[in-house]
């Protein structure tokens, strides 16, 4: 075997080859090549707002946050995220409980609509609420004469973000549900669990590092959405403008260093975002890995 | 208790798992249903727990109708194939579940559950490893565990879904007996699946054999092994020759040979399948005129206690499987491509009318 491998060309680098190694320069190369792009398109633009954003100082920077304008535009897109993530923790449980541990027609139905705010452009969620809360909608008239206002208002901005948040607790939590089966809960039933009991002594606790995963992305995608909002918000400043709709008008009125202070706020929340994404992603194989280890230990 | 099976019917689409199957299971017993896979064994025992509907049919415990209440009221403990422990608590945890769903007025104390799970654990002789989690056990272990957490509701029936299925031979070997002992001194009412005849026929004192969602047989160990009621049963615990033969006024007819066979004395001339087990088959070196037929050693595989040939017929192009003790091998002191006798003592015939 060894005399095989000595006949190989890269061997005669000096180095230990496998198979499917490749030349060093064209490891190199290809590496270089990832690099550049990343740094290119990822590292250059983040490393922009943060410069663009302190560059008149951090008086000015640490100014665009107590505005007013930016405060209500803050707290407005954590209202929206507050509301729109526990309500799609809960369907999104619901759903993938239905999904993955029952059999019933029209599954595949529920699954693609489940799908649809990804696969629909958000601007045209925004315009199917205008459609059917706005003035001239289906329930402009009846809204009005209640005096409820949901478009061009808080109400409006909080359906839309439910909307296109909708999927990410399900998704991430349909497929760890399947494979998990429904031994374990037929186990506890049978063991005299109620439907209740079963569902937080076994099936949350079983899917949590997925759900809290699933979470996170909702939550990001919460905070940072654009298109469906920016239909339905009508852009009243202090009133029903979100953060990255501030961001845009500020930016519209070459207001550039509020702009990408606003701008790095969200950035941040991005680099949080991952940062717990991470977390939780080594915290699960960490987990795995334990299990499994320890096993293999013992035997 | 004891659990009366009537009439229970059950189809998956257009797959029928089970045809009006009625079975007796008397209280203390351990019975095996024993089967190839999709023969519906699986199937009749997640009716029997509840955790699967009959589509007709009733399941009655000790006299009640038990077929329309909810797997949580029958009090059954039943043990999944791959043990379904949950993997996010301790062994403790998973043993004490049972105790701590319980509604408040029916639920034990702290201290009483402790003592109970580890009265448990000691019993399954794991008290040890109480504080792991299912992840760092061997599937031996995770098994008895199982066990134990069916155990710890005070099931009066207690129902094991493969129990040994993916576990290795050796493991297999030493659990069974366990659990046989197991049963002896706990005389719960207990039915395991398996499609491992071998198992059946030396954990259970009750075989039944089940093929294509009906039942073949039921009986004991060895009433099902030496009285097999059907060919199915016959071919399926353990090995067998299949001879075909003609069976006339109480003689069937293999080749040369004339064999008598009871209760087929009507018979004229009908076709039929004659059945022998190879330890039933007897080798000599001289012809035994007429109650033996010549073959040719083609094959001798003489690995372990039992020494097995393969042998051709001369009369016809069947092979023939064969199985002697190692003496009775040495005092013949057969070689490959050697003629000799073969003489079936004991045949099971089946006429073909009655195989499917």
Same mark, same amino acid.
């Given at each position: 075997?060894?005399a095989i491998v000595t006949h190989h060309p890269v061997a005669a680098t000096g180095k230990s080859s496998r198979a ?35 560059? @008149? ?17 803050? @707290? ?24 993955? @541990? ?75 549900? !399947? ?17 209740? !009991? ?102 | ?7 229970? /019917? ?6 029928? %798992? ?18 190839? /896979? ?17 589509? /007709? ?60 799970? +580890? ?26 565990? %199982? ?52 198992? %059946? ?90 109650? %033996? ?7 001798? +595989? ?55």
């Open positions: 075997m060894s499917t190694q490749e030349p060093v320069w064209v490891r190199w190369a290809l590496i270089s090549i990832a690099l550049a792009w990343l740094a290119l398109f990822l590292f250059v633009p983040l490393a922009a707002v943060f410069t663009e954003a302190l560059r @008149k100082g951090l008086a000015v920077y640490w100014a665009s946050f107590t505005d007013p304008d930016a405060l209500s535009a803050i @707290k407005l897109t954590l209202l929206a995220a507050v509301i729109a993530v526990p309500a799609n923790l809960v369907f999104g449980i619901a759903a993938a409980w239905a999904i993955a @541990k029952f059999e019933f027609r029209g599954k595949q139905v529920l699954l693609t609509l489940i799908d649809l705010p990804f696969a629909v452009s958000p601007v045209i969620a925004g315009l199917i609420y205008v459609l059917v809360f706005g003035a001239q909608g289906w329930f402009g008239s009846w809204l009005s004469e209640h005096e409820v206002k949901v478009i061009f208002a808080v109400p409006g901005i909080v359906l839309a973000t439910i909307f296109v948040t909708f999927p990410f607790v399900a998704r991430e939590l349909i497929p760890l549900m !399947q494979a998990q089966g429904t031994e374990e809960e037929e186990a506890a039933v049978a063991m005299g669990a109620s439907d209740w !009991q079963t569902l937080w002594r076994v099936t949350l606790p079983n899917v949590k590092w997925g759900l809290l995963y699933g979470v996170i992305l909702c939550n990001a995608r919460a905070m940072g959405e654009f298109g469906a909002v920016s239909v339905v918000s009508g852009h009243i400043r202090g009133m029903t403008n979100t953060l990255p709709l501030h961001v845009e008008i500020l930016y519209n009125e070459y207001n550039f260093a509020a702009a990408f202070a606003a701008a790095s706020l969200l950035a941040s929340l991005a680099l949080v975002t991952l940062a717990l994404k991470s977390f939780v992603e080594w915290k699960t194989s960490a987990e795995y890995r334990a299990s499994i280890e320890e096993y293999s230990n013992e035997h | 208790m004891s659990i009366e099976v009537r009439n229970i /019917s059950k189809r998956f689409g257009n797959f029928v %798992a089970l045809n009006d199957v009625s079975l007796d299971l008397p209280s203390g017993e351990l019975t095996a249903l024993l089967g190839p /896979s999709g023969c519906g064994k699986t199937t009749l025992l997640r009716i029997i727990a509840g955790l699967e509907q009959p589509d /007709s049919g009733s399941v009655i415990f000790n006299g009640q109708d038990a077929t329309t209440s909810h797997v949580r009221e029958r009090k059954v403990g039943f043990v999944f194939q791959h043990y379904a422990l949950f993997r996010h608590m301790t062994v403790f945890e998973n043993v004490a579940f049972g105790l701590r769903v319980r509604p408040r007025k029916t639920r034990p104390a702290d201290v009483e559950i402790r003592r109970k799970v +580890h009265e448990l654990l000691e019993l399954v002789q794991l008290d040890w490893l109480a504080e792991r989690y299912p992840a760092q056990l061997s599937g031996g272990q995770r098994q008895r565990i %199982a066990l134990a957490r069916a155990l710890a509701v005070e099931p009066q029936v207690l129902l094991l879904d493969e129990p040994f299925g993916a576990l290795d031979a050796k493991v297999r070997k030493d659990l069974r007996r366990w659990l046989r002992r197991l049963h002896d001194e706990l005389h719960i009412t207990s039915v395991f699946v398996t499609h491992d005849q071998e198992e %059946a026929l030396e954990v259970a004192d009750r075989v039944v054999v089940l093929n294509k969602g009906g039942i073949e047989q039921v009986g004991a160990p060895d009433e099902v092994y030496d009285q097999p009621a059907t060919p199915f049963v016959y071919q399926f615990l353990g090995n067998v020759n299949l001879f075909h033969s003609r069976v006339h006024g109480g003689f069937a007819r293999i080749g040369e040979l004339e064999l008598p066979v009871d209760g087929h004395e009507e018979a004229q001339n009908a076709p039929a399948f004659a059945y022998v087990r190879p330890h039933d088959i007897e080798i000599s070196r001289t012809p035994e005129n007429g109650t %033996a037929f010549a073959a040719t050693v083609s094959h001798i +595989h003489a690995i372990g206690p039992v020494v097995r040939l393969e042998l051709a017929r001369e009369d016809a192009t069947e092979l023939v499987e064969a199985e002697l003790t190692r003496e009775r091998f040495r005092e013949l002191g057969l070689h490959e491509g050697e003629q000799v006798f073969v003489k079936p003592r004991q045949l099971r015939v089946f006429l073909e009318q009655h195989t499917p």
